[in-house]
């Protein structure tokens, strides 16, 4: 059976593969490693389709070191026991290099048979994975090994990794059909590859692939989109982020690749959230507006959901900002983490009982709303951080003009 088209041309040597130039150019402290022959344990981490494998079969290729390649999802401890076994043989003499690929999928337990060898440096450990090597990898391990982080390639890198593989193969691209493949690949070159091969054998002698054959095989755009990976909550926080600082044209954009990619319940949940946390009370009302928009949505579901929700988002993009009730929130949890606060003062008690060894007796609350203007000074706060102020207000009109009225009554 014939390789697939981008198994056929992977790259040989560090020039011939398309992007990650923060890691590969002339310089840099992975180039430079691999062209000093000098590898360590490392951990490749990025999305796939972007060069993990092949810089590993480079590096392999270039210290000559015997590769093993496993990976997490199916491989074994004897698996690994068995490579153990050829390191300490005559046919490993330039060492052995491991390549554990998707290394999140093996459990304590089997990285943990790893760590003796790769410190001992029986073997070197190149592993690779597609979610935070900091959350999935176990922590001793991951101290034994430099982390590098790969980056979806840009279309401009795709395009180039595409016009090179056309012309292996005997093909050429219109440059309208070379740009909407590149931009379908969404900086995943496996993926390219795969759509050239599939577009190229589909050609009927034909040598010129067109935007139109492009557009039939791509009608719609590949989202890069996981739900259970980094880039769910990489787009979550770009949402949120982009609420909170107020750019319109970014909150629709991670809204709608939010939304196209099914995830409705998510995007509702970090509009609310920002509903709440980034606006809070420089416009309070927009709390049960966007409240009202989520429940339009869900009952709506998709694909009219998009419509009250990129309200909701453009909504609070434009709308006046303030953090005062999270930061009032915070700064009283840090005074209960400290223990400050016990107790409650006598007036503010649930209960109407003297004890015989009661210096004050009567609880002495009063009923703010029998005096003017419904306030009367009193002591609420625990008597150990009573002169405490933890809500300051916002320099928004609302809280500005809440803050001169209770001035006035207060004085």
Not at 159 to 180: M, Y
Request: proline fraction near 4%; aromatic fraction near 8%.
């Amino acid at each position: 059976m014939e390789r697939p088209l981008a198994e056929q041309l992977r790259p040989k040597t560090l020039d011939d593969v398309c992007g990650q130039h923060h890691l590969l150019d002339k310089g840099k402290l992975l180039r430079k490693a691999i062209e000093n022959n000098k590898i360590s344990n490392m951990i490749f981490y990025g999305p796939p389709g972007i060069g993990k494998t092949t810089i590993a079969n480079i590096i392999a290729d270039s210290t000559k070191m015997s590769l093993h390649k496993l990976n997490g999802t199916t491989a074994t401890i004897e698996d690994i026991k068995r490579i153990i076994d050829e390191a300490k043989s005559l046919f490993s003499q330039n060492g052995i290099l491991l390549y554990l690929d998707e290394i999140q999928y093996l459990n304590k337990k089997q990285q943990q048979s790893l760590l003796d060898f790769v410190e001992r440096g029986e073997i070197t450990l190149i592993a690779s994975t597609t979610e935070n090597p900091y959350f999935y990898v176990y922590p001793a391990l991951l101290s034994r090994c430099t982390v590098f982080e790969f980056k979806s390639l840009k279309s401009e890198d795709i395009a180039v990794g595409l016009k090179k593989a056309a012309s292996k193969i005997g093909v050429k691209i219109n440059a309208d059909a070379l740009e909407k493949m590149s931009l379908g690949a969404n900086g995943d070159m496996r993926k390219a590859l795969n759509n050239l091969e599939f577009l190229a054998n589909s050609l009927d002698g034909k040598k010129t692939i067109n935007v139109n054959t492009v557009e039939e095989l791509i009608s719609k755009a590949n989202i890069s989109y996981d739900r259970s990976e980094d880039h769910h909550y990489d787009n979550l926080s770009a949402l949120m982020k982009s609420l909170r600082g107020s750019d319109p044209d970014a909150a629709v954009f991670y809204l709608a690749k939010m939304l196209e990619a099914g995830d409705l319940v998510a995007a509702a949940r970090r509009l609310l959230c920002s509903a709440n946390e980034d606006v809070g009370l420089a416009y309070p009302q927009i709390i049960p507006i966007v409240k009202a928009a989520v429940d339009t949505a869900l009952q709506l579901g998709m694909p009219e959901a998009y419509l009250p929700l990129t309200n909701a988002a453009i909504l609070i993009a434009t709308s006046p900002k303030s953090n005062s009730g999270c930061l009032a929130y915070m700064a009283a949890v840090e005074d209960i983490k400290q223990g400050k606060g016990v107790g409650v003062p006598r007036q503010l008690q649930n209960t109407h009982y003297d004890g015989a060894d009661a210096k004050v007796k009567g609880q002495n609350y009063k009923y703010p709303h029998d005096y003017a203007h419904h306030w009367v000074k009193q002591q609420y706060l625990p008597d150990d951080i009573k002169d405490k102020h933890y809500y300051k207000p916002g320099d928004n009109k609302a809280e500005q003009a809440a803050k001169e009225y209770w001035s006035k009554i207060k004085k």
